[in-house]
């Protein structure tokens, strides 16, 4: 966790001792780009899937739309409507947010129920609020992590890779029952919105059935859009993300030797000798004399 590591390396062949130090950083950045760009690849498969499916139902109510004006003859109903939603921006809010986590977390859901799946990295970065869960799926996603690098150095099953294999499971089944119950809150605070919602729109008097029929479409289309455009920026987000080159580590001064060997030391090697001398002649004097 520290800004800046020094490291040394002891080898009688200098070129191969500089060639070491420096190949090690150049293997951990590219490590790092791997699994970045894996995450991000995931990302747009998970965004795109998910972007399509809003953009068709974002059109079938805009048909929708169309269709009630038409059977209604309602010109200028947007003028009435834009009153009410003013007045309950708040609760449009809450209802839009509530909308949207409970979106994601249903995504994060299905993503981790698919069995292709299995040992795939978790999508994070897609706006999910709760810490909880984000240090749960982090920590699960470093464990893929560590089996993927695992599977570069062993060949087929081992004890090991098991081991392993049965701890992710684990950790699938804790982070899909921790959803799931995340999941049900959210369900509850929008069905508690919705409630607050129509005890509003109940208030409501002397407004013909229609402008309210019509503004009930039109919040659904709203939360549409902020969802659509939500899942948009995350895009654009990912794909800032893949463009960015640039390494993890930072090299500030790339692998040099010292001016002088570390190591034998010749002064150290005279004393030596000299101590074992004189300790070998007081022997030899005791010893005769």
């Keep these: 966790k520290a800004n800046i590591i020094n490291m040394q390396l002891k080898e009688k062949n200098i070129k191969k001792g ?39 139902e974002l059109v079938e109510i805009e048909k929708q739309i169309e269709s009630y004006k038409k059977e209604n003859s309602l010109t200028d109903i947007e003028a009435e409507a834009k009153i009410i939603l003013d007045k309950s921006t708040n609760f449009k809010e809450r209802l839009i947010e509530a909308g949207t986590q409970y979106t994601v977390i249903e995504l994060v859901e299905e993503f981790l129920l698919k069995p292709e799946n299995r040992f795939s990295l978790v999508p994070l970065n897609i706006g999910l609020n709760d810490r909880t869960v984000l240090e749960g799926l982090q920590k699960y996603n470093e464990a893929l992590l560590e089996r993927l690098r695992l599977l570069k150095t062993t060949q087929g099953n081992t004890p090991t890779l098991d081991i392993m294999n049965e701890q992710i499971d684990a950790m699938h089944d804790n982070m899909l029952a921790t959803i799931r119950s995340l999941k049900s809150g959210f ?17 409501i008097k002397g407004m013909p059935t229609q402008v309210r029929e019509f503004i009930d479409i039109k919040r659904q289309q709203m939360i549409k859009q902020e969802l659509f455009v939500f899942l948009l920026q995350k895009k654009e987000e990912n794909a800032l993300s893949m463009a960015v080159t640039t390494p993890k580590a930072e090299i500030v001064d790339k692998a040099y030797t010292l001016q002088t060997p570390v190591s034998p030391r010749p002064m150290r090697l005279l004393a030596f000798a000299m101590s074992i001398a004189i300790i070998g002649a007081g022997c030899y004097i005791k010893v005769r004399y």
């Design 187 to 203: 369900s509850h605070a929008k069905e508690n919105l919705q409630e607050q919602g129509d005890y509003f729109m109940a208030r």
């Design 18 to 56: 500089k060639d070491v130090l420096n190949e090690l950083i150049a293997s951990y950045n590219t490590s790092s780009k791997e699994r970045r760009n894996a995450l991000a690849g995931n990302m747009v498969l998970f965004l795109d899937e998910r972007i399509n499916l809003i953009s068709k």
